[in-house]
């Protein structure tokens, strides 16, 4: 391997094992999230010896703990956000409920992700200003992407499109805060009323906006 192949590699390899070593903090403090552990609480000490890595090297990834907060976040909510891609994707292909998919999807996700699901309940509400608009963010997200699908799907105008789907969002993330606490046969009939909800809020904004064109 010539000279420049080999500083190539160098680089390439420091650049993978800075990558690594990221990530490794990632989910380390997404380890220690729980019911009883907050973002708030974590120290930095605590999550790069969680991570295996000294103090110090933290610095070299993280200016501190808020910028490791809202990378926390932009995670949660794209985990979920791609989760509920390919949900769609699924029933585009297989056909199926989209409403009833959609639901089960996200209980797998706070079922599996209880952590990031917390992170983004507590700092959406949280006293760190960042935090609140980091979350409020993620939230846009999910709503510009379900109005875009109700917009395609229904044929409805992106207004009334919108509206929807900032109702439909805001009602399943507050069942998913009760989901959080709940055991698996209880989950799934919270699971059956929210499908029901999000079908009478479709069902409800199709008859406004129809209403609305006559």
Known sequence: MSQDGKKN?????RAEQKELTRRAIVDAAFRMLSAEQSLANLSLREVAREAGIAPTSFYRHFKDMDELGLTLVDEAGLTLRQLMRQARKRIAKGGGSVVRTSVDTFMEFIETNANEFRLLLRERSGTSKAFRLAVQRELQHF????????EAKTGMDHTNSYYEADALVTLVFNAGAEALDLKAEKRKILAEKVI???RCVAKGSAYVYHKGLE
């Open 9 to 13: 590699e160098m680089i390439r390899t």
């Open 196 to 198: 029901q909800q999000l």
């Open 143 to 150: 709503i510009e992407e379900l109005s875009d699908y109700i």
